[in-house]
């Protein structure tokens, strides 16, 4: 049974948030994949930071610039999941890296550490479809989700990207980096819809989901949302408060409460 699937078998849409390795440190990445777990995530996404990305807006590159000078990369990143996993992490946690660092560290050494590591699923935002056949068949022979995005664009394609799929669908709300949106185009639901219609998966919304009841619209056609710049940014507010070992817990229950008004809007 798909793990995400399941949750919509038990009335629960989803909600994944995603957080950048190394922002603000190493340590409290790990609490915050259990403050977003106790909110009600249904996975994380820990992005890999990374120097020249095509995808994140300016909110995440400036997570990605803070986590760099950590000294944070993605072996230390996928480094964190045990660690999470002993701080009582129990939802899957899905790497979101650019090619370039798989590229860097090899495909045999990549998986091997994805294996090591017990990571979940694996999401590459620059590897086309026409491209990726060779991962996503290694991600399939390892039990690992390779996760799939579909855009506005993507018409012509849409219907092989799908059933090729696995685990969730990404389906991007809008054109462009991410970042928070105040209004989205309303051709944005139709476009949901018709992928909602050929997708044997569940579809999870994402790019400029920021507040509740943006995340409750969207989940009157979608599946569930996936959170990314919104989060980033409260992570900015709480920066030097997530820091301090005296404050990262009071820091920690507001990333929490905020996380959980994407949960309750449904």
Request: glycine residues 6%; hydrophobic residues 40%.
């Amino acid at each position: 049974m798909n793990y995400f699937q399941s949750l919509l078998d038990q009335n629960k849409k989803l909600f994944i948030p995603f957080i950048t390795a190394g922002d603000p440190d190493a340590e409290a990445t790990v609490d915050l994949a259990l403050a977003l777990q106790k909110a009600g995530a249904s996975a994380i996404e820990l992005g890999i930071p990374y120097s020249d990305p095509l995808a994140d807006g300016p909110v995440i590159q400036r997570a990605s610039g803070r986590a760099l000078k950590q000294g944070m990369n993605i072996v230390k990143a996928m480094e964190l999941v045990p660690q999470m996993r002993e701080n009582g992490v129990e939802i899957p946690v899905i790497l979101f890296t650019y090619y370039n660092p798989v590229l860097q560290l090899g495909e045999e050494n990549f998986f091997a550490l994805m294996r090591e590591n017990n990571v979940d699923g694996l999401l590459i935002p620059d590897l086309p479809f026409e491209e990726n056949e060779r991962i996503r068949t290694r991600c399939k022979a390892e039990n690992l989700y390779f996760i799939s995005m579909v855009a506005p664009t993507s018409s012509s394609r849409l219907k092989k990207i799908a059933q090729a799929s696995d685990g969730f669908l990404y389906c991007v709300s809008s054109l462009g980096v991410t970042g928070e949106r105040k209004t989205f185009d309303q051709n944005v639901f139709q476009f949901i819809n018709e992928v909602k219609a050929v997708s044997p998966i569940p579809v999870a919304v994402g790019f400029g989901i920021s507040s509740g009841e943006q995340a409750r619209k969207m989940n009157e056609v979608g599946d569930g949302v996936v959170v990314g710049s919104s989060i980033i940014r409260k992570l900015e507010e709480l920066h030097d408060q997530l820091l301090s070992e005296a404050d990262r817990n009071e820091a920690l229950q507001k990333v929490e409460a905020f996380a959980r008004s994407f949960v309750q809007s449904v």
